[in-house]
């Protein structure tokens, strides 16, 4: 059983940068790919990014650009650089953890908040 903890959330304004992370309890695992969601209320769960185990990324065209996905497989951690943050980008962000198996793992979330 693997859990992530994720990190990083809070407020920031209009423009701001945070950077959100998110940790495997077994440090090393390998053939994974970590997705990153998140949720506005009243709406579904949306992909914004993933990073494939070959480092490959893909991302949403709302965040393409601003936010940056990055992986540490030796240490089982995924983070997510967001920088020139708006009010929309105020959510609940999820990790998700796949293994090439299907298995999946989802952190607790973390809430970001942007004001103008």
């Known amino acids: 059983q693997v859990q992530l903890v994720e990190s990083g959330g809070g407020s920031v304004q209009v423009g701001g940068s945070l950077r959100l992370s998110c940790t495997a309890s077994?440090?090393?695992?390998?053939?994974?790919?970590m997705n990153w969601y998140r949720q506005s209320p009243g709406m579904q769960r949306e992909l914004v990014a993933s990073?494939?185990?070959?480092?490959?990324?893909n991302y949403a065209e709302a965040v393409k650009g601003r936010f940056t996905a990055s992986r540490d497989n030796a240490k089982g951690t995924g983070t997510l650089q967001m920088t020139s943050l708006t009010p929309e980008d105020t959510a609940v962000y999820f990790c998700?953890?796949?293994?090439?198996?299907?298995?999946?793992?989802w952190g607790q979330g973390t809430q970001v908040t942007v004001s103008s």
């Open positions: 998700n953890l796949v293994f090439s198996d299907g298995d999946s793992y």
């Open positions: 077994h440090a090393t695992i390998f053939g994974w790919t």
């Open positions: 990073i494939h185990t070959t480092g490959r990324t």
